[in-house]
């Protein structure tokens, strides 16, 4: 099993910045990668970022340049630095984690910018 406790969201202004916080507990040595999802209204879940226990990343075309996925493995947290957010940012954002035997999300966290 494996826990985690997003932080974050809130509301912001087009343009405007904000950092995406998850931590994980529990069964953390088999974290294979962790990620950012979200989901904005009447839409399907999507890919945000993802990034390997290395450090490789992947982006959605529609956030690269703008956001930037960390990790700090030692304290088993994942981080989401948006930057120059758009309203089409706008969406609920679920902290995934990829273990060997499946995936764990978050409880997700709103993300609003406003113009």
């Known amino acids: 099993q494996v826990q985690l406790v997003e932080s974050g969201g809130g509301l912001v202004q087009t343009g405007g910045s904000l950092r995406l916080s998850c931590a994980a507990s529990?069964?953390?040595?088999?974290?294979?990668?962790m990620g950012w999802h979200r989901q904005a209204p009447g839409n399907q879940r999507e890919l945000v970022a993802t990034i390997a226990r290395g450090g490789a990343s992947t982006y959605a075309d529609s956030v690269k340049g703008r956001f930037t996925i960390s990790r700090d493995n030692a304290k088993n947290t994942v981080y989401l630095q948006m930057n120059s957010l758009k309203r089409e940012d706008t969406a609920v954002y679920y902290c995934?984690?990829?273990?060997?035997?499946?995936?764990?999300w978050g409880q997700g966290t709103q993300v609003t910018v406003s113009s």
């Open positions: 995934a984690v990829r273990v060997n035997w499946g995936t764990y």
């Open positions: 529990g069964s953390i040595a088999s974290i294979t990668s």
